[in-house]
């Protein structure tokens, strides 16, 4: 019997447009490169990263001798390493380990005979372990990018003249109720350059899981499961990066819940991080002046957290524009260094919100005359944020710079 993840794979298979020379019906075949949809770069930590793909052979010849595995190479091509990757039910990961900080290596995934020859590379990119505490790097974020319009994948490739080593999406991948079948030309397709190069991490938006109380993506990708012990597991989640820790929580859950069993699981994230600087991002923005009005309940909830440890920078979507704040703290701007700054950046590909007239005093910026997304260069003493519009120009830049000094 199809399982249920096998049938998901199956449908994805079937609708995207990057498999049409692929039947499905009964008779699975061949091992061909376009049958696959990823490869995404997941989870990197000091020493590994991982990689996921899906694809119809992985699900066809589970019960032969090909196997899957991930071969990674260095600058000049030779083998740093091989391995073997488990799959099911149509969906496959390989972690790489053993490697050295910072260092971005080559990969292909691989289709093997029994683990030894090799017969097939199905593709290929590259993957960056975490940097030692000091050393740059690039993020990007973005959010609400759309069903899939010209709008959505036009901005994604702009996105794709930059170099990160991580996406942060603050939610709403897949509009509009965050099903499978959107997946290949909402997901894989446009964002395809990217995901094979910087791991890819998110929060749930409201449309992500409209149809299915396990949104799909949490079946998709792979996400920390180190949030509250009392929370659905990838839900909220932290994870180190270079020199930051980044905290992702999930501002659907209903406020009662996040403050009795999120925010003390926040506040032991956040006071046990070690890093330089503190990111925390979610969908539904608490500071914010467009469509949607800020969620209250969670602002009164978190925000006096963010002050308590010293957040920097908070990233929403859920209002389908830009937004930047001035440091905020204690409900109020304050100078530079003093505050956290948030940002919503909801502008990737869904129509458009506009702003509301009368700008409040806390919102130093918005743009909501263009579809956006935010790119941030992490150093040792400041955060670089610029916010990329359509023909890749630059609508705003900040630099955030820590209060600490160098
Ligand atoms: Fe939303």
């Known amino acids: 019997m199809m399982t249920k993840h096998r049938r998901g794979v199956m449908m994805l298979l079937c609708l995207s447009p990057l498999l049409s020379g692929l039947g499905c019906g009964s008779s699975l075949r061949p091992v061909l490169a376009t049958e696959l949809l990823g490869p995404v770069v997941q989870a990197p930590t000091p020493d590994s990263f991982s990689v996921i793909w899906s694809s119809v052979q992985a699900a066809a010849h589970a019960a032969d001798e090909t196997r899957f595995a991930l071969r990674v190479l260095d600058d000049e091509g030779g083998v740093v390493g091989a391995f073997p990757a488990e799959c099911s039910d149509g ?9 050295a900080p910072g260092v971005r290596y080559r990969y292909e995934v691989v289709s093997t005979v029994d683990g030894g020859e090799v017969t097939a590379i199905l593709a290929a990119g590259s993957a960056r372990t975490s940097p030692p505490r000091g050393n740059p ?24 003249r930059f170099s990160p080593d991580l996406i942060v999406h603050t939610g709403d991948l897949i509009f509009a109720d965050g099903a499978l079948e959107g997946y290949p030309d909402r997901f894989y397709e446009p964002y395809a350059p990217l995901l094979a190069r910087a791991a890819f991490y998110m929060t749930l938006g409201n449309h992500d899981y409209a149809r299915d109380e396990r949104a799909p993506v949490l079946d998709t990708l792979i996400l920390p499961a180190n949030g509250p012990p009392d929370q659905p597991a990838e839900r909220n989640y932290w994870f180190d990066y270079g020199d930051v820790r980044f905290v992702c929580i999930d501002s659907n859950a209903p406020s009662a819940q996040v403050a009795g069993s999120v925010v003390p699981w926040l506040e032991e994230v956040l006071a046990e991080a070690g890093a330089r600087w503190k990111i925390v991002w979610f969908h539904r923005p608490i500071y914010t002046h467009a469509f949607h009005l800020p969620a209250g309940a969670l602002r009164d909830a978190v ?4 002050d308590r440890y010293g957040v920097h920078l908070v990233l929403c979507g859920h209002n389908h524009l830009y937004e930047r704040s001035y440091p905020i703290r204690a409900g109020k701007p304050v100078p530079e260094g003093e505050g956290t700054v948030y940002i919503t950046t909801g502008a990737s590909g869904q129509h458009r919100y506009k702003a509301r007239p009368f700008r409040p005093a806390y919102m130093a910026m918005q743009v909501d005359s263009q579809f956006s997304f935010t790119v941030v260069d992490v150093g040792p003493d400041s955060l670089c944020l610029r916010q990329i519009g359509e023909r890749g120009e630059v609508l705003d830049e900040y630099r955030l710079v820590h209060a600490a000094g160098p």
Not at 91 to 99: N, S, T, V, Y
Not at 141 to 147: K, L, M, V
């Open 137 to 160: 790097f690039e993020f990007l974020a973005f959010g609400d990018n759309g069903p899939g319009r010209e709008s959505q994948h036009a901005l994604a490739r702009v996105m794709a």
């Open 91 to 99: 969906r496959c990961l390989a972690e790489a380990d053993g490697l």
């Open 303 to 306: 925000a006096p957290v963010f």
